[in-house]
């Protein structure tokens, strides 16, 4: 039996406070708060509020979310600008449980849809769950979504009667306790 006066003990502690250390300094590698700027960023940033992720075109800001879909409770932090997603890729990104995203204001952030809808007949959105999975306690708030229609249906197929083959929405989300605020 080890007492607290024993080598044996000591051990353990320190074997404990190690672990401990490791695992704490572990679960730190993955933020949970992270800042996206739309202005192109030579070295692609880091993530904080004084030097945030390069998403200045789609395929850095699709590629960013998508490095953070195991991410549940995240807060994303848009700045100021336009930031475009192509909407129609094989992997898009899906809003997970509990993310926070927040633009810098109804008139100051956009998010825009792009991509090319040939040969797509399905819907696609900006934000959007997974349709087998619950999104609960999303909060998206203070910016623009630009649907992009005009350059989207250039690319959509064409109906039977002329009319385009695709439907776009900006917000598709499933769960509860979702709060969408100053959103346009």
């Known amino acids: 039996m080890a007492t607290c006066r024993s080598p044996r003990y000591f051990f353990r502690m320190m074997t404990l406070l190690l672990w401990a250390f490791f695992f704490a300094a572990h679960a730190r590698a993955v933020p949970n708060e992270i800042w996206i700027t739309a202005v192109p960023h030579a070295d692609g940033g880091s993530g904080t509020e004084l030097d945030p992720f390069d998403g200045s075109t789609a395929l850095k800001f699709d590629a960013l979310l ?81 649907c992009n229609w005009p350059g989207l249906s250039q690319t959509a197929d064409v109906g039977l009667k002329g009319e385009k083959f695709a439907a776009i929405y900006a917000i598709d989300l499933r769960g509860s306790d979702i709060l969408i605020e100053n959103v346009r």
């Open 66 to 146: 998508n490095s953070f879909q195991s991410s549940p409770g995240l807060i994303i932090h848009l700045g100021a600008g336009t930031f475009e997603s192509d909407v129609t890729a094989t992997l898009h990104w899906e809003v997970k449980p509990g993310w926070r995203v927040q633009g810098a204001g109804m008139d100051e952030t956009t998010c825009k849809m792009v991509g090319n809808l040939a040969g797509r007949r399905w819907d696609h959105e900006f934000f959007k769950s997974a349709f087998h999975s619950s999104a609960d306690h999303v909060v998206i708030r203070d910016l623009t979504v630009d």
